[in-house]
């Protein structure tokens, strides 16, 4: 399968797991793309098998590039198998998010 997997961070920590995530799909001998969401609002989503996208929290918002991926690329992210990575402080307080996986089948 092709794979691309994007990311929104503010401070790096969403960037290092989404190489993370990448790395573990190339060692399944999956060919997949890293890149930031911003470097992928023009990327033809018909050209991969799955999507993976993560964000982080931030005053209880995911960085903009993230909803306007989503919505940019609602019609093809709903044709392919998908996942949405948040990621968050464990700190308590903190905002609830939804978690991580696989849609689309
Ligand atoms: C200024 C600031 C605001 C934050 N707001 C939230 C929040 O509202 N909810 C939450 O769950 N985490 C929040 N966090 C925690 C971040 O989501 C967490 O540190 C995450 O690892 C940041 O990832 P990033 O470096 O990829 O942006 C906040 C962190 C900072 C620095």
């Known amino acids: 399968m092709k794979i691309l997997v ?8 969403t960037r ?5 995530v990448a790395d573990r799909i190339h060692e399944l001998d999956h060919s997949v793309e890293l ?3 911003a470097d992928a ?12 996208m993560a964000g982080s929290v931030h005053v209880g918002h995911y960085q903009p590039d993230v909803a306007e991926f989503a919505s940019a690329h609602a019609t093809q992210l709903g044709r392919c198998l998908r996942c949405f990575c948040p990621y968050r402080s ?4 903190m905002m609830q998010t939804t978690g991580a996986g696989w849609s689309g089948f």
């Not at 994007?6 to 920590?13: F, L, R």
């Not at 464990?90 to 307080?93: A, D, K, N, S």
């Open 6 to 13: 994007s990311y929104a961070t503010s401070e790096g920590h």
């Open 16 to 20: 290092k797991v989404a190489r993370w």
């Open 35 to 37: 890149l930031p969401l």
């Open 41 to 52: 609002k023009d990327v033809d989503l018909g050209r991969y098998d799955a999507a993976v």
């Open 90 to 93: 464990p700190r308590r307080g």
